[in-house]
Nanobody, 127 residues
Framework: QVQLVESGGGLVQAGGSLRLSCAAS????????MGWFRQAPGKERMFVAA????????YYADSVKGRFTISRDNAKNTVFLQMNKLKPEDTAAYYC????????????????????WGQGTQVTVSS
């Protein structure tokens, strides 16, 4: 079974950058589609970005397109989310998620596509 641990969150001023990491253990994630979601207090968990396992094709929510970049380092069994030009509305708990091994994402923005979740890391952007 895969376990996921996020890190890299923190407090940053608007316009700043953070790099989140999602370290996997228990099994290689090279064959898993991976995603990042975020959840603000009182709101639903929302899709941020996803990356395919087969060709590393990426997907982004419109709200982060051009500012965030998802990537994976299979040698390190880690997925990253580089976040630039952060805005106060990016404030949320960020969660890493793994889909199903060797199964393409049918609807990447849906939390139901992902079976394994990390505990989350808090990102707070001050204005």
């Amino acid at each position: 079974q895969v376990q996921l641990v996020e890190s890299g969150g923190g407090l940053v001023q608007a316009g700043g950058s953070l790099r989140l990491s999602c370290a996997a253990s228990g099994r290689t994630i090279s064959n898993y589609p991976m995603g990042w979601f975020r959840q603000a207090p009182g709101k639903e968990r929302m899709f941020v970005a996803a990356i395919k396992w087969s060709d590393s094709y990426t997907y982004y929510a419109d709200s982060v397109k051009g500012r965030f970049t998802i990537s994976r380092d299979n040698a390190k069994n880690t997925v990253f989310l580089q976040m630039n030009k952060l805005k106060p509305e990016d404030t949320a708990a960020y969660y890493c998620a793994a889909g199903r091994a060797f199964v393409p994402l049918g609807y990447p923005i849906s939390p139901g596509e992902y079976d394994i979740w990390g505990q989350g890391t808090q990102v707070t952007v001050s204005s």
